[in-house]
């Protein structure tokens, strides 16, 4: 995940309460099943995160290749 202070690079960064949210749910797959709405939250704020990601890799390689 993208730390403070990189935003002026240009990247984004993952919202805290989302983190957290998304770490819970992790937390709690590993531990039992999750429910099918819980199961959809942390598949969605984990979709979220990789696409979050992957611009901030495209943002990355236009600043290294310009």
């Not at 690079?9 to 983190?19: I, L």
């Amino acid at each position: 995940m993208i730390k403070k202070g990189y935003p002026s690079f240009g990247f984004e960064t993952f919202a805290v309460e989302k983190q957290k949210r998304l770490a819970e749910l992790l937390a709690l797959n590993g531990e039992q099943p999750l429910e099918s709405e819980a199961k959809h939250e942390m598949e969605t704020l984990l979709a979220e995160e990789q696409a979050l990601q992957l611009r901030n890799l495209e943002t990355l390689e236009k600043r290294v290749m310009s």
